[in-house]
């Protein structure tokens, strides 16, 4: 027989009374939760690869408010949510760990794939740091340990792409090849640094949640990676600033030393972009890596050091976007066409330069030639101040979107070709065909992911170190600016729903979103057939889908040059076609690869970035 005192039955009533009051409150508690265990856990069963109905909580990003618990903690978005399983699916079923690839992308498309995974662990730590402070408990450190370790194994995987990247074959190809890997790797030099200032403190301790000691250290381990990013960015920008040529046109890039000159717009903003990319982000590089020789008899000489925020990145930077801006490259509804040639010019021995000028105008116009000179217009305002990079940014994604048909979605006439696509969704030319190559299955990507760069707030100060200086922004102007990007919110919403709703059972996106929903869905067959989707000619060759021409205006008369050329161009050819389908669009052609995935990833990091994570 047990025998209590009066004090010990009180105590244990009250005990009994606080139990069943905690269960009770179980279920709020678990609600309460912070939301990004939630997202990872559906991450390891993701209900998304089962094609949930249409408009479901996960698929209807017209959801634009997330839900605020009782804890003062904002559950992310929808749009999050939609984020990161696009992840996980575009690296589960596209990327493979021991190859450190993505085997069906080629080189440059795998450049830009580690880019876009890249640029999403930035913005996964960067919608960690928006949320609520707590002390530490046993649910907030679980949290805390998933999301570390989805943060670790996706930058594991771009850990391995640098040993898996075809980094000797890149450095013979062409000069736009060669830029995508210097912002590739700048890219992830930023997100090595952000999420080391954001979530380890001095004592090397993530989020404060207490290690043994012998795990302490100084930093977040990834730190080590850095001076090896960093020299292949330093490589392959020497590599293709030799591309730079004043000899014809005054100046500008040469797009391929292999061919007959021609300046295109995309390389000349990739110089820009990863010029001012050096400037702002490059840490210095060290490594005299590759050695080079004089002779048999002197030794190996190394490069020399490349010290951080060199002005001469930004003196290129500022060159290359006056030469852009001043070249005639945009046609009458402010887009960019594709790039000059030279009238008259002759390669060989008894060659010519022709006019000297450019004045052969490839009119074709292809999405990724609007965005990328964004992400240099964004750095030229912090390196100089001047409110012109920002004010051509906005003019340039204002006049992108009417190009999409976004002013007649929703009349008669929303089927019709704007430009850049119809009924306010963006398009490549060739997506209503089905004849994109893998160049066209990667360019709205990179258009929406250089978008996001612009459209970030600006800092609210500047920074001055030696001949280093960056600028901020006054309250007038961050303003102005924000207003600007919240104003392409619903036209974002609209081209990142259009794109979730081509994915299918296996979670995969398309490349044509502006393929009819809904209730039209089942005419577009019909439509199809009856080209109701024709795309209005340009007069310009479309090389990036077709390959080039192997004639005298685009080729050097060396036989053994157009040989190279055309092996370069067969990568894309080699990889097998999947069967055409009579029911989905989105499989005909190439049907859907990692450069369709990753299309779907940048405009839903657009829309995250730029709205949904700001409300």
Same mark, same amino acid.
């Given at each position: 027989?047990?025998?209590?005192?009066?004090?010990?039955?009180?105590?244990?009533?009250?005990?009994?009374?606080?139990? @069943?009051?905690?269960?009770?409150?179980?279920?709020?508690?678990? &609600?309460?939760?912070?939301?990004?265990?939630?997202?990872?856990?559906?991450?390891?069963? !993701?209900?998304?690869?089962?094609?949930?109905? !249409?408009?479901?909580? =996960?698929?209807?990003?017209?959801?634009?408010?997330?839900?605020?618990?009782?804890?003062?903690?904002?559950?992310?978005?929808v749009t999050l949510a939609a984020l990161l399983n696009t992840l996980e699916i575009m690296q589960s079923h596209f990327y493979?760990?021991?190859?450190? %690839?993505?085997?069906?992308? /080629?080189?440059?498309?795998?450049?830009?794939?580690?880019?876009?995974?890249?640029?999403?662990?930035?913005?996964?730590?960067?919608?960690?740091?928006?949320?609520?402070?707590?002390?530490?408990?046993?649910? =907030?450190?679980?949290?805390?340990?998933?999301?570390? *370790?989805? @943060?670790?194994?996706?930058?594991?995987? /771009?850990? #391995?792409?640098?040993?898996?990247?075809?980094?000797?074959?890149?450095?013979? %190809?062409? =000069? $736009?090849?060669?830029?995508?890997?210097?912002?590739?790797?700048?890219? &992830?030099?930023?997100?090595?640094t952000l999420h080391s200032a954001l979530h380890y403190n001095r004592s090397g301790l993530p989020y404060d949640v207490f290690n043994p000691?012998?795990?302490?250290?100084?930093?977040?381990?990834? %730190? %080590?990676? /850095? !001076?090896?990013?960093?020299?292949?960015?330093?490589?392959?920008?020497?590599?293709?600033?030799?591309? +730079?040529?004043?000899?014809l046109c005054g100046g500008g890039m040469v797009w391929n030393p292999h061919l007959a000159p021609y300046k295109n717009a995309i390389t000349n903003q990739l110089f820009i972009s990863a010029s001012i990319g050096m400037y702002l982000r490059f840490p210095g590089d060290d490594n005299a890596s590759p050695f080079t020789f004089k002779n048999p008899v002197r030794p190996a000489t190394g490069l020399p050091p490349a010290k951080a925020h060199d002005p001469q990145y930004l003196e290129n930077a500022v060159e290359a976007y006056q030469w852009l801006k001043t070249s005639g490259m945009t046609n009458r509804k402010g887009l960019y066409v594709d790039g000059f040639h030279i009238q008259g010019w002759i390669g060989g021995k008894n060659g010519s330069i022709g006019t000297g000028k450019c004045d052969l105008r490839n009119e074709q116009v292809y999405t990724y030639n609007q965005g990328v000179v964004l992400s240099g217009l964004r750095g030229l305002w912090e &390196?100089?101040?001047?409110? #012109?990079?920002? $004010?051509?940014?906005?003019?340039?994604?204002?006049?992108?979107?009417?190009?999409?048909?976004?002013?007649?979605?929703?009349?008669? +006439?929303? +089927?019709?070709?704007?430009g850049l696509g119809r009924n306010g969704v963006m398009e490549e030319a060739c997506d209503s065909s089905g004849t994109c190559?893998? *160049?066209?299955?990667?360019?709205?990507? @990179?258009?929406?992911?250089?978008?996001?760069?612009?459209?970030?707030?600006?800092? !609210?100060?500047?920074? @001055?170190?030696?001949?280093?200086?960056t600028f901020g922004a006054d309250h007038r102007l961050a303003a102005w600016h924000d207003n600007k990007c919240e104003g392409y919110g619903p036209w974002l919403r609209n081209n990142a729903q259009a794109a979730y709703l081509t994915r299918d059972h296996d979670g995969e996106y398309g490349t044509w979103w502006g393929i009819p929903a809904g209730n039209e869905h089942t005419n577009a067959r019909n439509m199809i057939d009856e080209d109701g989707f024709e795309v209005a000619p340009e007069d310009g060759t479309d090389y990036r889908n077709k390959d080039v021409p192997l004639d005298d205006t685009w080729t050097l008369p060396d036989d053994q040059r157009r040989q190279h050329w055309e092996s370069?161009?067969?990568? #894309?050819?080699?990889?097998?076609?999947?069967?055409?389908?009579?029911?989905?669009?989105?499989?005909?052609?190439?049907?859907?690869?990692?450069?369709?995935?990753?299309?779907?990833?940048?405009?839903?990091?657009?829309?995250? *970035?730029?709205?949904?994570s700001r409300r």
């Open positions: 027989m047990i025998v209590r005192s009066r004090s010990q039955t009180l105590a244990l009533a009250v005990g009994i009374f606080l139990l @069943i009051l905690g269960l009770l409150r179980l279920p709020q508690l678990i &609600a309460a939760s912070p939301g990004i265990l939630n997202i990872y856990t559906r991450l390891t069963q !993701p209900i998304l690869r089962h094609g949930p109905p !249409p408009h479901d909580e =996960y698929c209807d990003l017209h959801q634009t408010h997330p839900t605020a618990t009782t804890d003062g903690l904002v559950r992310p978005s493979t760990i021991w190859q450190g %690839q993505w085997p069906g992308a /080629i080189d440059w498309t795998a450049a830009v794939m580690g880019t876009q995974v890249s640029a999403t662990l930035t913005a996964m730590t960067e919608a960690w740091r928006h949320r609520t402070s707590l002390t530490p408990s046993h649910a =907030y450190t679980q949290e805390v340990q998933e999301h570390e *370790n989805a @943060i670790n194994r996706y930058f594991t995987q /771009i850990t #391995s792409f640098y040993f898996g990247e075809n980094a000797f074959s890149l450095r013979t %190809q062409a =000069y $736009d090849d060669m830029l995508w890997v210097v912002l590739g790797w700048l890219e &992830a030099v930023s997100f090595i000691p012998s795990l302490n250290s100084t930093q977040w381990y990834a %730190q %080590q990676f /850095i !001076p090896q990013f960093a020299h292949r960015a330093r490589v392959f920008y020497d590599l293709a600033a030799k591309g +730079w040529d004043t000899s &390196a100089t101040g001047f409110r #012109s990079y920002l $004010d051509d940014g906005h003019q340039l994604i204002q006049n992108v979107i009417a190009a999409t048909g976004w002013d007649t979605r929703g009349t008669r +006439w929303r +089927w019709q070709w704007a190559s893998q *160049n066209g299955h990667t360019f709205k990507g @990179i258009f929406f992911h250089h978008l996001a760069y612009f459209c970030g707030r600006l800092p !609210p100060t500047g920074f @001055i170190a030696d001949d280093f200086i370069m161009e067969k990568q #894309s050819e080699e990889m097998e076609m999947p069967e055409k389908s009579d029911w989905d669009p989105n499989n005909r052609g190439r049907g859907r690869t990692v450069e369709t995935q990753s299309g779907g990833l940048a405009v839903l990091r657009a829309l995250w *970035n730029v709205v949904d």
